[in-house]
């Protein structure tokens, strides 16, 4: 019967949706898990509503809008946590059947009327909490289960899912509500979440288990940014974003407690009430549905992005003016359907356009802070303005409709506020992208948003283009076809390649014949792009055409026809079959022996690498793995690039050595920073392991700085104690950089403050040792030297020229810190003042560090500063340092209690060389030293000078 199904629908799903083959039962059941899903929400929101205001009565729903606040916001932060920690289908599993429970309990407690006041209030709030919980992981796996690609063309379909949920699970609460009473409803929400449970096993033992890594799940799944609250609090356009949706959020809950309170004084029964909040919730979702099916991109486009914001308030408005004098059912049924059927409609649609200028990683981190926590903030202000103004002054729900005509007064400001700021963004980062050449300028301030943008696509330069078909992509909308088209033909082949990619996602319009012209183009990724385009546009014909074109006499052409094919069905074990993958990229292994044109053979290797990458063919690692002895850099640099998009964990210290390897720097970088934040526990583990090289450990910070993680804060941190001085420098660095990078992520002050404080201990003493050595280097120099003595003063001016190196690492690092304190680019530039040749620009430096110093840190670095402009160390700055005269027994031992592994082995072979046995208590800790090579040398002095003894 399933075949049957399947083999009839197939062929309607891939005409409609470009549901492909290999991902029509994952397809299928994620709609159907979100179907039901959403059902059920429906059915248990329209009976929680009606049980609610029946027995408690709708004066209490403010505490209830607190309440569900409060516990939200408390249990997300916990959940997130959890996440963490829990592989998703256990704590999925958990979900489903705690909630079953949940149900079955709220029904039988309710039925039997115990404790029914308290029962009604816990199960308002679990309502909430689920609904939140529910559809969050539903996306999150979704997010797992499809690649990029996939989610691009299918979650529209699965999403439909949804929408038919939310229009069954209404209707039928409804129809049953008064025959089957609302208690028993939840019994039926029960059975129906139940089925949920095989769904999400199955998808998940059949879409991850043991196929996807840990790295490759992580690096799908889209929670919490990690300081969403920061990056919102340091834009003002998310800030204006994030204020007009807390407002509709708050406006929505007042227009909710005026239709739920004229909706349960105008029906007293229970059962009668869930139905009709059934009813109307459905149809709701079918208003919601059609306006966004037919109305909402003419809206947009006839209006504009700036005054289509305004279609929700003004019909709230309108409706809240109607309750305010007719205070009867139609009206609030008016007022609740103008929130809910535009808000997710012309609404969404214009915010989604105004937040076109935000980077999307940023809008991804934020989002889910936004739709949760600013969610749950703005239902408890909600709640809190009917507890304190409308319970406090004791008005009727008639008068509510003025707080929601002066908040929507206030939501204008920002509508006004963010389109502005939508225009500065958008011509700030055109004019970043004009580069080299004759300025183009171009008046944004005049055209609606879809004019600007169309306005920039024909008239920009290659780098203002290039900025905008990349932003252009988030979004899918017919009006900028017509102008992308044109950009197929543009000279430029990055435009040419990017407007293909672009033109791939509109679905109503195919462009084969311009595509197939495009696959004979002279740049590759033009070719690749058309291949791209013809698999996405043409999938009746997909073997066929295919099949023709690997086969293709041009080697560049059937190459470029692979890389499109591995990239378009990775995750999909079905195609890989279907065109024999596999089979094919031996073919092109075992041909590569006998290709005697170098350019072809340099070129096959890199294809084989790329198809290897692309659709993470684990039995072709072997072939991976010999290319990084290959003797082409072009070769080895692929194939660290594709052992970086494999997101296999195997490669990670195999792609470390490159690190270290000249020439190989960039792309090591890109290949390790793809695997995300998880990467730091094996960096964690390579700085612990003594066997690593200190040259390749140089190297990781200028990897860490490119990830926005919190995490990668507190591993540089932990940098900062390695022995090796240039790792500790690098690690500054790579702090400067993600402080400067990443604003948002936290640097604790007090950890902060205690490494200057030791850096500039070390200042002082390295001050010292080298004043008392140079004072005995000095009283060497004088008459005739034994044989003996010779390279005991070799060794003391080595240690002294040592020295002197390490103070401008010492007074660089002290800086780089005062930089994770106070505005970086200003220590930097400090910094660079004090190397000045010129005395007024360093004087003037340290009058600057002077007024911007807290007062503490003021009476240790200033001294140190001016003792740094010193051109030789004298008496007068030991003293002015206010540091004593030591014996050459305390300077050493001060030398050895620092970190620095270079500095400790000439000190060691500085004592080696006196045989002094005052000198034991400072080696013999040494002989301990997790360093092999300093503790070989400690040893072998200790011994020496026990012989002496």
Request: proline share 4%.
């Amino acid at each position: 019967m399933l075949a049957y199904v399947e083999n009839l629908t197939k062929p309607l799903l891939k005409r409609a949706f470009d549901v492909r083959d290999g991902e029509f039962h994952r397809a299928i059941l994620m709609q159907l898990y979100i179907f039901l899903i959403i059902s059920t929400l429906m059915i248990v929101k329209a009976s929680v509503n009606g049980l609610f205001l029946s027995k408690i009565g709708a004066e209490h729903l403010p505490e209830a809008f607190v309440l569900v606040a409060v516990f939200a916001a408390g249990f997300s932060i916990i959940y997130a946590r959890f996440l963490s920690r829990v592989t998703l289908n256990r704590i999925i599993h958990r979900t489903l059947v705690s909630s079953i429970v949940i149900l079955v309990v709220f029904g039988v407690l309710l039925h039997i009327g115990f404790l029914e006041g308290w029962i009604l209030f816990l199960f308002y709030i679990w309502v909430a909490i689920f609904a939140v919980l529910a559809t969050s992981q539903f996306w999150i796996l979704a997010n797992i289960i499809f690649n990029s690609r996939e989610a691009k063309r299918l979650f529209g379909f699965i999403g439909s899912g949804a929408i038919a949920g939310g229009i069954f699970g209404g209707y039928l609460t409804s129809i049953l509500a008064q025959a089957v009473t609302s208690e028993n409803l939840l019994f039926l929400s029960a059975i129906l979440l139940s089925f949920c449970i095989p769904i999400a096993k199955k998808l998940w033992k059949q879409n991850v288990q043991g196929i996807q890594s840990d790295f490759v799940q992580k690096k799908r799944l889209k929670g919490f940014g990690e300081h969403p609250f920061s990056l919102i609090r340091h834009s003002k356009h998310l800030t204006y974003l994030a204020s007009i949706i807390g407002i509709g959020v708050i406006v929505a809950k007042l227009v909710d407690y005026q239709f739920s309170a004229i909706a349960s004084a105008a029906i007293s029964d229970p059962d009668e009430l869930t139905a009709f909040f059934g009813f109307w919730f459905s149809n709701f979702n079918v208003l919601s549905l059609l306006i966004q099916l037919f109305l909402t991109r003419r809206v947009v486009g006839v209006f504009g992005v700036g005054s289509s914001l305004f279609f929700l308030p003004l019909g709230i408005m309108l409706g809240a003016f109607v309750v305010l004098f007719i205070p009867e059912l139609w009206a609030a049924i008016f007022l609740k359907m103008s929130d809910g059927s535009l808000k997710q409609s012309i609404n969404k649609a214009s915010t989604e356009l105004l937040a076109l200028p935000i980077p999307s990683e940023i809008k991804n981190q934020t989002k889910s802070f936004i739709d949760v926590f600013i969610d749950c903030a703005a239902t408890g202000v909600g709640g809190l303005i009917l507890i304190f103004v409308v319970s406090g002054f004791d008005l009727s729900t008639r008068y509510i409709s003025l707080i929601i005509m002066a908040l929507l007064v206030v939501w204008g400001y920002f509508a006004f506020k963010v389109r502005k700021e939508y225009l500065r963004s958008f011509k700030l980062r055109i004019e970043q992208a004009k580069g080299d050449g004759p300025p183009k300028r171009i008046d944004l301030a005049n055209e609606s948003v879809i004019g600007g943008i169309a306005n920039v696509l024909e008239h920009g330069s290659p780098k203002q283009i290039l900025y905008m078909l990349r932003k252009v992509r988030e979004l899918d909308d017919d009006r900028f076809f017509e102008v992308t088209r044109k950009l197929i033909s543009h000279p430029q082949p990055e435009i040419r390649a990017e407007a293909l990619q672009n033109l791939y996602f509109y679905k109503r319009h195919h462009l084969i014949e311009e595509a197939e012209k495009l696959v004979k183009d002279p740049n590759q990724q033009v070719k690749i792009a058309a291949f791209e385009y013809l698999i996405e546009h043409n999938p009746d014909k997909l073997v066929y055409f295919m099949n023709h074109y690997l086969h293709d006499p041009d080697y560049k052409v059937s190459g470029a026809a692979l890389i499109s094919l591995a990239g378009e069905i990775r995750d999909n074990p079905t195609l890989m079959e279907l065109f024999s993958l596999a089979s094919r990229l031996q073919e092109k292994i075992e041909k590569v022996p006998s290709i005697h044109d170098p350019i072809e053979s340099e070129y096959t290797k890199l294809l084989i690498l790329k198809v290897i990458g692309l659709a993470d063919l684990a039995d072709f690692y072997s072939f991976l793995e010999d290319a990084f002895t290959d003797n082409s850099n072009a070769v080895v640099k692929q194939a660290i690039i594709s052992a970086g998009i494999t997101l296999n964990p195997s490669f990670i210290p195999k792609l470390a050595v490159f690190l270290s390897k000249e020439g190989y720097l960039a792309p090591t970088r890109q290949a390790l920073a793809n695997f995300g934040a998880q990467i730091l526990k094996n960096f964690g583990m390579m700085a612990e392991d003594p066997a690593t090289p200190v040259e390749l450990l140089r190297m990781v910070p200028s990897v860490v700085e490119n990830l926005d993680s919190q995490q990668a804060v507190d591993f540089l941190f932990t940098l900062l104690d390695f022995d090796d001085q240039v790792v500790r420098l690098e690690s500054l660095r790579s702090l400067n950089t993600l402080k400067k990078t990443f604003p948002h992520l936290k640097f604790r002050n007090r950890e902060i403050i205690n490494c200057i404080l030791s850096e500039a201990k070390m200042y002082r003493n390295t001050i010292s040792v080298l004043y008392a050595e140079m004072h005995l280097a000095a009283s060497q120099s004088g008459g005739s030297l034994l044989n003996q003595e010779k390279p005991l003063k070799e060794a003391r001016q080595s240690l002294i020229v040592l020295l002197e190196k390490r103070l401008d690492g010492y007074l660089e690092r002290i800086f780089r810190l005062l930089g994770l304190k106070y505005p970086p680019d200003d220590m930097i530039s400090i910094y660079n003042s004090i190397q000045s040749d010129n005395p007024d620009i360093r004087m003037n430096a340290v009058e600057f560090l002077d007024n911007i110093l807290d007062s503490g840190l003021k009476k240790v670095l200033i001294p140190i500063v001016e003792t740094a402009l010193l051109d030789t160390i004298s008496e007068v700055a030991i003293k002015n340092l206010h540091l004593k005269i030591q014996e050459e027994l305390q300077c050493l031992g001060l030398l050895l209690e620092g970190k620095d592994f270079r500095v400790k082995l000439a000190v060691l072979h500085l004592i080696s060389l006196q045989k002094d046995n005052k000198f034991i208590p400072l080696v013999e800790p040494l002989t301990r030293h997790r360093n092999p090579k300093l503790r070989s040398l400690a040893v072998s002095t200790l011994s020496m000078l026990q012989q002496n003894s």
